[in-house]
Structures are given as C-alpha cells and as structure tokens.
C-alpha cells in the first residue's frame, strides 16, 4: 500500500474545505444545547478546558444523569460531566477537576458562588416537595395560619365553663 494508516504525515494539503463553519444551534437551540453554551468551565487546567469548549461547540458534550465518584474523597459528588473530582477535592488539592494534574488552573473555582448555588438548589427542592404534598398549597396559605388570633377559641372556652358549672351545681 502506498499510504500506511495512521502512520507519518500527509504530504498534501485538505482536498475540500467547508464553506462555512459548524454552529451547534444552526436550527434552534434545545435546551441542553442552550445549557452547554452557557456553562462555565472552572477548575480546569488549559487543555482540559479547551477540550470541552470543543465538545460544546461541535455538540459533543453530554451531561451526566447521575452524579459520579470522586477519586479522591470516594462519594459520588462530581455533578460536571468529564471531570473525576469533586469541586471541593479539586479546590482543596489545587488540581485539575478533570485530568487530575497539577496543572496552572485557568479559572480558579469560587468557594462563595460554589456554596450559593448549593442553597438556592436545597431551597428548590424543599418547595419542590411541599408542592408535591400538595399541589394547590401555596406560600401564601402557610402565612395564614400565623396570623390567625385566638377568637375563635374564645368562645369555645366560654361554652366549656358554662357547662363545667352547670355539671358541678346538678
């Protein structure tokens, strides 16, 4: 064979060029494509985060479904796709969430945004649950019964030491 596959380089230059460049939202944006464009790419070193920007823009990046084990702290915490430490390991250590090496980080994790977010995920959740307790409950039906007074009770409690006499006089 004249060409061995895979081996030297080639002596020609690329028969056919591309028109025009690849968009991954050329025919509407899905939501997952939206969410991958958006995304930060934090704690990484150089190359790592240049291979995602390429995996999002050539649409081959995918989120994970389930969060992975970390390598270091052995809990499943690592909720970014690609990567193989948690964010609190990786910050700790001062490595890369993705490869592992201790690489020059390009975007330092922020501890501060990194625990905000975590809140605002655990207070939508306890509203996710009270609307599946029930779903025609609203915030505003929860304030009612704090405000609410004892004047109801105070005729039920008048009743009561009427009749507590009139059992104790018989």
Not at 10 to 22: D, L
Not at 88 to 112: D, H, M, S, T
């Amino acid at each position: 064979m004249s060409f061995q596959k895979g081996g030297g380089s080639r002596s020609r230059t690329q028969k056919y060029q591309n028109a025009t460049a690849f968009k991954n939202d050329k025919y509407g944006a899905s939501p997952q494509v939206k969410k991958a464009n958006a995304k930060v790419h934090e704690g990484l070193c150089q190359r790592c985060k240049e291979i995602l920007e390429w995996k999002v823009k050539y649409n081959k990046y995918k989120f994970l479904t389930q969060p992975r084990k970390c390598v270091k702290c052995l809990q499943k915490t690592v909720k970014d796709a690609y990567h193989i430490m948690c964010k609190p390991c990786a910050l700790r250590l001062e490595l890369c969430a993705k490869c592992g090496k201790n690489e020059e980080i390009v975007l330092p994790l922020n501890r501060k945004e990194e625990e905000e977010v975590e809140e605002e995920a655990d207070l939508q959740r306890q509203s996710n649950r009270r609307k599946k307790r029930d779903p025609h409950r609203t915030d505003e039906d929860d304030d009612d019964f704090d405000d609410e007074e004892d004047d109801d009770f105070g005729e039920l409690d008048s009743d009561c030491n009427e009749c507590d006499t009139e059992a104790t006089g018989k």
